[in-house]
């Protein structure tokens, strides 16, 4: 961390000589000038975090030092260094823009509390501008792996409505990154300076939801022994973010309709409603407009929250970035484990480009993570990596090709576990005799396919029914 500049004016080379034994010890890089005019150039040449000046020079005055400084560099703190009898130049000079004035002699303690007071408004305002830089870096909408187009069109529409207080419902597959985008939409915003306050609905127990986002009044249950700010009033001024809202329960639901109506919350055991001001933005994996329809989630509330819907698309619909997103996992990952990896190899990164990625972009992550962990090289090759293992030429099947192959071949395993006995194989199935009889004319199969491999235990039925019914519903 770089030292904070101060710049000392004063004739007395005694004194001068002390301040900048005094403040160097304090960790300041000091620079000392014995007047005015060699002050002015220093000041001209480069920027300092505090100056310190004498009120009478000898050649020259503290007052106009002051002015002219400032005039140079706008908001830089001044110190006054004065004696008892030029008081009320030292308040004038205050008047003028000086931070305080220190008489002399002077205790080393006043010193520090009189330079602490001086810095403490400029360092929180580079601490500001830091943190804004950091999350202008981590989710500034220049930083996020976006080739594709269909994640450009997402951050478009995310350019024109974050600055704006409109609700927002994220909707997109497991691992999508639906709350990355809510981030960006916050740190976008007007309401960037506020908090964000995510809210996993699904991981909070039915009894609780009302009291975690409300908050509740000391006694106003049984173990209640102290009062609870609800995530609602957390979130004032900032952001909330209401993560699976489909996993709401309906008694709740309620309750966040006329949350976001009014923009007031009653915590439990409380008689007058508090105000919040909070944006929301909302996510699900869910298809909310079925949820409506199954009576699960209420319709007023669906449409409350769709006023601007943004959809995120599922990495294998976004194939142009997973060299972008993994390359970045990668570095996060090499900080991570401490190791030292150069990159993927070329099939590896075939495989990570061919691979239909269930699991998203969290999957995408987690893999990386643990190639590299795993990886006993520099690079990572693609055995490392989720997918088949058999060579692939990149090349990506029609759906209806895809799922004519996987059909045809789970069911030449259903016939081998079963030995070619239709009944135990359609019960695995999850079909009817009837059903699987046209499958297996469908794919040109016949039972005797099987009775070469014995029959496999009950138990096999019962773990292979599952994946049976995923497989085939699509059939």
Avoid at 85 to 97: C, D, F, L, T
Avoid at 182 to 205: D, L, T
Avoid at 266 to 283: F, N, Q
Avoid at 463 to 471: F, H, R, S, T
Wanted: glycine content about 8%.
């Amino acid at each position: 961390m770089e030292k904070e500049q101060v710049l000392i004016v004063d004739d007395d080379q005694g004194l001068l000589k002390l301040l900048t034994m005094r403040l160097s010890a304090m960790g300041f890089a000091v620079t000392a000038c014995p007047d005015a005019n060699s002050a002015l150039e220093e000041a001209r040449l480069r920027r300092f975090d505090l100056v310190i000046t004498d009120l009478r020079l000898a050649e020259g005055d503290g007052l106009a030092v002051m002015e002219e400084v400032r005039a140079l560099h706008p908001g830089l703190p001044v110190l006054i260094l004065t004696a008892h009898g030029s008081i009320p130049s030292a308040v004038e000079a205050m008047r003028k823009g000086a931070v305080g004035y220190l008489t002399k002699p002077f205790e080393d303690q006043d010193l520090a509390v009189w330079i602490e007071k001086a810095l403490a408004q400029p360092r929180m305002s580079r601490e500001i501008q830091r943190l804004k830089q950091l999350v202008s870096e981590l989710y500034g909408l220049d930083h996020v792996a976006a080739r594709s187009p269909v994640m450009q069109s997402l951050l478009q529409q995310v350019a024109r409505v974050a600055d704006t207080d409109a609700t927002i419902c994220l909707t997109g597959e497991t691992g999508t990154g639906k709350e990355v985008i809510a981030r960006i939409i916050h740190c976008n915003s007007q309401r960037a300076q506020g908090p964000f306050v995510p809210v996993n609905c699904g991981a909070i127990p039915e009894s609780l939801f009302e009291s975690e986002l409300f908050g509740h009044l000391k006694g106003a249950f049984t173990g209640a022994v102290s009062s609870h700010r609800g995530l609602f009033q957390s979130a004032d001024g900032g952001t909330l973010f209401l993560d699976e809202i489909g996993e709401m329960p309906p008694a709740v639901q309620v309750k966040i309709l006329r949350a976001l109506q009014t923009r007031e919350v009653l915590e439990v055991g409380a008689t007058r409603p508090v105000k919040v001001d909070v944006r929301i933005v909302t996510a699900t994996n869910k298809d909310l407009a079925q949820a409506v329809k199954a009576g699960t989630f209420r319709e007023d509330l669906f449409y409350r929250i769709q006023v601007i819907p943004l959809t995120v698309p599922p990495l294998r619909a976004r194939r142009e970035d997973i060299p972008l997103l993994a390359q970045l996992f990668l570095r996060q990952s090499i900080e991570r484990a401490g190791k030292i990896v150069r990159g993927f190899t070329p099939d590896a990164l075939q495989k990570l480009m061919t691979y239909h990625w269930p699991g998203n972009v969290r999957e995408l992550e987690h893999a990386v993570e643990k190639a590299v962990i795993l990886s006993p090289r520099d690079m990572i090759t693609a055995d490392l990596l989720p997918g088949g293992s058999g060579a692939t030429d990149g090349a990506i099947k029609p759906l209806t090709e895809a799922r004519e192959e996987f059909e045809r071949k789970y069911l030449k395993e259903l016939l081998e576990l079963s030995g070619g006995n239709i009944s135990r194989a359609s019960l695995m199935a999850g079909r009817y005799r009837a059903d699987f009889y046209k499958l297996l004319r469908k794919h040109g199969l016949h039972p005797s396919e099987g009775k070469a491999r014995p029959a496999a235990p009950a138990a096999g039925a019962a773990l292979q029914q599952p994946v049976a019914d995923e497989g085939m519903k699509s059939a």
